[in-house]
């Protein structure tokens, strides 16, 4: 039957960037522009957008294409003085579905881990 895999990126950047990630969607394919949200809540120094999770099933080819756009918008956040996490809210093709383990960050600009930093971007995480 498939399974769902619902994953979102959620990004605050310098207001500065907010016009490049609006043209990051416009170059996004046409389908898919409408699950970048954004921008939300701006203010002077900085604004939100999300990703949003596209509710198709797992292994299809619009999901695959999701995700290829997904690893896309985080290298383009990588690029940017952004704060963001890409979040797994819900993972039925995981074979440990224990519930404590979603929702969970699959990858952040950094991990706090016992009350200290890791950049992710220098590629240190926590054991």
Do not use: C
């Not at 093709?93 to 200290?116: C, Y």
């Amino acid at each position: 039957m498939g399974e769902f895999k619902h994953e979102a990126v959620i990004a605050t950047v310098r207001d500065g960037d907010s016009e490049a990630i609006i043209g990051f969607r416009e170059k996004m394919p046409e389908r898919y522009r409408e699950f970048l949200v954004g921008p939300i809540g701006r203010t002077i120094d900085a604004a939100s957008f999300a990703l949003m999770p596209d509710g198709r099933k797992e292994h299809r080819p619009e999901s695959i294409e999701m995700d290829e756009v997904r690893e896309d918008f985080i290298a383009f956040l990588r690029t940017l003085d952004a704060d963001w996490a890409h979040v797994v809210l819900n993972d039925e093709t995981n074979e440990d579905r224990e519930e404590t383990r979603i929702p969970f960050i699959a990858a952040s600009s950094k991990w706090v881990f016992n009350g200290l930093y890791y950049e992710r971007s220098k590629g240190s995480q926590p054991a």
